[in-house]
Structure formats: structure tokens, C-alpha cells
């Protein structure tokens, strides 16, 4: 307890704390977005093409952070011109996915120099953020929440009913080319600090949870994002309790238990009420 | 209704632990514990080494990479290792790409009283330039002078006894420098193939001749495939017997390595294993000692 006390004090557990509470408020926010879509693999997809945007961008400028952004734009516009519907999309980005990967070693092979800032990104770094990072992500995270408050009722609308909504005429097709770019960009920069590991876990998981618990749109939305905070939070706190173990190891396994957790109060909920 | 309630006691919940540990954060203040000695940290083990060498009982040291069964292209800070480079009086990183996470460490917990040693900077490295350079046998000394000179900077009390260790540390590297030199004369130009360049500042130096294709070795450290060009010249090289040693590093093992490896023992090649960190129980100079005996071994050993 000492120790951890000790640790509170020190910045960069404090950057840590602050990522992770941007990172799992933005993904906790997209993550029943993403349930509803049936868009897991997207994410999956776009925060392993991180890897090919980071090598682009080292060979490019020498900068990882800022070629994973742009990649993530790339991909996002790929995905929605190539994958025209639902029913085709997973393996459109399965086809962008593998290429994309094969591209990414290619342009790492002309890079000279040790290229661990690119293959870095499956674990990300939460204890090495420093200010600047912590501000792009401050920055990124108000722009996606802004936006995602901005079209949050016709999105929910045209996410839960497509038919019926285009029928009112709202533009479907616009926002969920728009929803496409707020996940490529959010995963992509919280790949970058936190890993690819951890975004699965923050942007999938917790909206799953979530709909167990509650139907309505509001309450799994406010819900997943607790969840989200409860599991990355939670998360790095425990690492600094059992300092032996890296916090990515506890963030994954809290926002699977309480998915276990969830899952289990709702069986027994059901087999009480059909009695 | 129900629903409803859980609903708001889970996220009262989640709030009151979040208020709790913004209050905790904020009602700390930065303190940093100070034992007399000096605390260095050293992102793998073989720079913790030679550091503790010189400073001896008058530092703590602390290396974050040092099994050498970690890869360390694949390391995640845990929060000890982070808080051994925020409250550190000398931290030592290889750089190159090497250990990208010192930089991340040293960004996330900025310290004006932290000298932060960059050994390709001391050793005036191009960016591109093979990052082991701990095998650098023969620029060790400039190393171990620059570090010394950082530690009678920050501990000026010690100036003696650092400048006594230093000299003791020169002196133990002679022994190395006459192996390098009884191998350069000895086996001039030796070929010799490897699977990655952990060694290949030490076999320059002892002037012998490595066939393997640079791109091939790259491709290895960096986790990607060879070309099968690359692929197919090293197995030549050692199907027609044209390498007198076969260097391999146990520490990133793949299947293409592993069948390599298999090839040269059955074409009696002799193998060097070397490591990418220093194993356990052995200093640097016994670890080069190591290598290098096994390298002239097998060069005795073939023609």
C-alpha cells in the first residue's frame, strides 16, 4: 500500500490514468454503436493496420503516430468503398486486413533503421505517455465525442432500423460512412498508446455486457461506458497493486469478467422468471 | 423499475472510485525517496552490468531487460520498471530502435535531475546502423569512460574511486582485445554466415568474412520472412560448406533459423550461439570471453 500510494504520485501513472479514462470514455461510447453494427471486426481490423500506417509513416517521415492516423482514414475510406453493404463487409476488410498487412512488412523492409515502433503497437505503452501524447489524445477524444453526441439519435435510429429510418430520410448511408471514420480514427490513436489488445477488449466487450443488463439504447450506452472505465481503471490501479503483472494482462481480464459476470446474472434472471 | 436501480448504483459506483482516485492523485505531491546512493537504470542488463561495474557499492542498479529468454522487440513497461527511470539519478538506454521505451518512460516522467545515457550517442551511431552495440568489444572502453565521467558529475565524492573502478575495467578488457586480435591474425577473413548481426560488431573486428545477406539478417531481427533468394543463398552457403562457423541467436528462434541451424549440424558446421542479452550468472567480459572462444573453437575446428 505504500508502494501504491507512491506510485499515485508519480506522473507518468498519473498521464496513465488520464489515458486510460479518455480512451475507455471514447471506446465505452462507440462500443454499442459497434455491437448494433456488428462492426467487431472492423475494429479488429483497423487496429492491426495501425502496424502498416505506423510503417508508412516511419518510412515516410520517420513518425509512426502520425502515418497510423493517416492509414486510419485510408482504411476507413477503403472499407466503405469496397464494402458496399452489411452482408459483404467483414470480408471486404478481411481482403483489406491481409493486404494491408502484407504492404505494412513490405514498406518495413525498406525501413533501415529497428522498427520495434511500429511492431510495438499490439501492447502499446500505458506507463510511457508523455504530456504531448496525452494532449493528441484529449484532442481526439473531445473531437469524437463531440461527434458522436452530434449524430448520436439519427445514428442510434438508423443503426437499430436502416429500412425504416431511410424511409424517414434520414441519410443513412452518410452517417454510417461518418460512424466509419469516428471508429477508424479512435482506434487507431488508442492503439497507438494503449495497444491493439487493449481496444479490442475497451470497444467490444463492454457494450456486449452492457445489453444483457438493459435494452434500452441510453442505459447500454451509459452502461458501457462505466463498464469500459471500470475495467481499464481498474485495470491500472491493480497494476500498481501487483506491480509484477503489466496492466494490459488486468484490463483485458476485468472487462472479461464482467462480461462472464454479466452473462451469468442474466441466465439465472431468465430461469427464474420461467418458472 | 428494478433495472433502473442497478443501473444507477452501478454507475454511483463507478463514480465515487473515480472521485476517490482523482482525490488520492491530487492530495499527493511528487516526492522522490532519496537513499545516499545513486540509483541508475539500465535498459538491458549487459549496460546494468558494466554500469555497476564502475559504480560499485556507491550506486543501486537496476536493468529492465535481463532475461535472456525475453525477446525485447515484444516489452511492455510493468509499473516498477517505469518508476525505476522516473526517480533514477542515471538512466542508460542502447537506442537505435533498440529500446524505444525508455524514451516513453523518460517522456512520461520528466526530471531535470536525470542524465539519460544514449550509447549510440556516445558511439556517434548513424540512425541506420546495427543496433547491438554491446558487441562492440573494441569501443566498449569509450563507453565505460563516458559513464564514469557521469557518475563523478552526479556523485563528485566518488571521483576516485569511479576513476579506480574505470581502470580496473579497462584492464579486464585486454584479454578480450588479444582474443580479437589472435583470431584477426590467425583467421583472416574466415567466412562465416549468422542468422541475425547481434554479433556482427565483434566478428568485424576480429576480420572475418560474413556471407550472409544483410537483408536476410534484417528481415530475422524485425520478425518478418526472408526472401526465398536470401533464403536460398544461406542454405548454399551451407550445404556447399562455404561458412567455417554457423552464428545463431537462441533468443529469437524460428522455424527458419531452427532448419538452418539443423542443416549446418549435419554438415558438421560448427555452431556459435549468441545471445542477445547476457545470460545470467556472468558478467559482460565473461560473456564476450564466451562468445569469443566458441568462435575461435570453431574456426580451429574447420578448414
Redesign the interface.
Known sequence: MDNF?????????????LAT?LVAIICGLISPFVVMRKMSFAVHGTSELAFTGAAAGLLIANQALIGAFGGAVVVAALISLLGTNERNRDSTIGVILAFGLGLG?LL??FY??????A??I????????????LAILLLVGVIVFAAILAIYRPLLFSSLDPEVATAKGIPVKTLGLAFLFILAITVTEAAQIV?TLLVLSLAITPAVAAQY??SKPI?VT??SV?FA??AG?GGV?L??IF??????VFITFISFGIYILVRLIASVKSASSAK | MQ??R??IS??AL?FM??SV?LI??FS????S?KSGKLSIVAAENFWGDIAEQLAGDRAEVTSIISSPSVDP???????????AV?NADIAIANG??????M???A????NSGRTFIKICDILNSS??AN?HLWYDVEHISQVASNIAAQLIAKDPAGSNYYQANLSQFNTSLQPLLTKIDEIKTTYPQAPVAYTERVAGYLLAEANLDVKTPE?FA??L?????PTPADQTTMLDLIKNKQVRAFIYNPQADSQTTASLKQEAEQNNIPIVETTETMPENQNYQGWMQLVLDSIQKALKNTK
Open positions: 500510494l507512491l506510485y499515485l504520485s508519480q506522473s507518468f501513472v498519473q498521464n496513465a490514468l479514462l512488412v518495413l523492409s533501415k533503421g529497428f522498427a520495434t515502433q511492431t510495438n499490439l501492447f502499446g505503452n500505458i506507463y510511457g505517455i508523455s504530456g504531448i501524447q495497444g443488463i438493459s442505459s451509459v452502461l462505466a472505465v471500470i481503471i490501479l497494476s500498481l506491480d509484477n503483472i503489466k496492466p494490459s | 433495472q433502473k442497478i443501473f452501478i454507475l463507478c472510485a473515480l482516485i488520492i492523485i499527493q505531491q511528487s516526492q525517496q522487440h515484444l516489452y511492455e513497461s510493468g509499473a516498477k520498471d517505469a518508476l522516473a537505435l530502435g533498440y529500446d524505444d521505451f524514451d516513453e518512460l517522456a512520461a516522467s520528466p540512425t541506420d543496433p537483408a534484417i528481415a531481427e524485425d520478425g518478418n520472412e
